[in-house]
C-alpha cells in the first residue's frame, strides 16, 4: 500500500496551500498525512520522506518561487552524495501544489520541479498543480473544478508511484552529481 506524505511550506499552518494538498491527498486513495512545515521539525520531515512511498511539496508562491522554509527543507535533505550516508528522496514519486494570488506564478513550479527532479533522482508528476484565488471558495474550500483537478493529480501521483515502484530502473536511478 501506497503511503504518501503532503508537505506543506506556508508560514503559517492552514490556508489555501494547505487545502490544495489535502485535496491531491484524498485523491490518492492511500494512506497519507499532512505536515506543516510551519509546525514540525524538518529532521520528522526528513524522516517522514523515508517512510513515504510519495510526497507532495506544497507552498505558496512569494517572489515567483517557492517558500524560504522549502528551500531550506530540500537544503537539509542528504541526498546520498559527498559523504551524506542518506537519501530518502530517491527512488520516490512527487507532486507539486503552489498557490499564488493570481496566474502570473505558475511557471513557478518549474523551478521546484528542476530541483526535485535533477538534484534528488525524484520522479515528479508533470505538470505541477498551480492554483490561483480563484481556485478556492474561501480559505479552505477548493471550488468543485479545483477539487476534481486536484483529485485527478492525486490518482495520477497514485499511478506514477505504482509504476516507479515496479521498476527496478527507476528507482536505481541517482543524482548524476
Do not use: C
Not at 520528522?44 to 510519495?54: I, K, R, T
Not at 518549474?110 to 505538470?127: E, I, K, N, T, Y
Not at 505541477?128 to 477539487?147: I, K, M, Q, W
Amino acid at each position: 500500500m501506497t503511503r504518501v506524505l503532503g508537505v506543506v511550506a506556508g508560514p503559517e499552518p492552514g490556508g489555501r496551500t494547505a487545502t490544495a494538498v489535502a485535496g491531491l491527498l484524498a485523491g490518492t486513495g492511500a494512506p497519507t498525512e499532512l505536515v506543516e512545515l510551519s509546525q514540525t521539525p524538518f529532521a520528522d520531515v526528513v524522516a517522514g520522506f523515508a517512510e513515504a512511498d510519495a510526497v507532495v511539496f506544497g507552498s505558496p508562491v512569494y517572489r515567483a518561487g517557492h517558500t524560504a522554509s522549502l528551500k531550506a527543507l530540500l537544503e537539509a535533505t542528504e541526498r546520498g552524495k559527498w559523504g551524506e550516508t542518506t537519501a530518502p528522496l530517491q527512488g520516490k514519486t512527487a507532486a507539486i501544489v503552489l498557490t499564488g494570488a493570481s496566474g502570473h506564478h505558475f511557471l513557478a513550479v518549474d523551478g521546484l520541479r528542476s530541483v526535485l527532479a535533477g538534484f534528488f533522482a525524484v520522479q515528479v508528476l508533470s505538470p505541477g498543480l498551480y492554483l490561483d484565488h480563484s481556485g478556492f471558495v474561501d480559505r479552505n474550500t477548493l471550488t468543485p473544478e479545483s477539487a476534481e483537478l486536484a483529485a485527478a493529480h492525486g490518482r495520477a501521483l497514485a499511478d506514477l508511484t505504482e509504476a516507479v515502484r515496479s521498476s527496478a530502473a527507476l528507482r536505481a536511478i541517482t543524482p548524476v552529481v
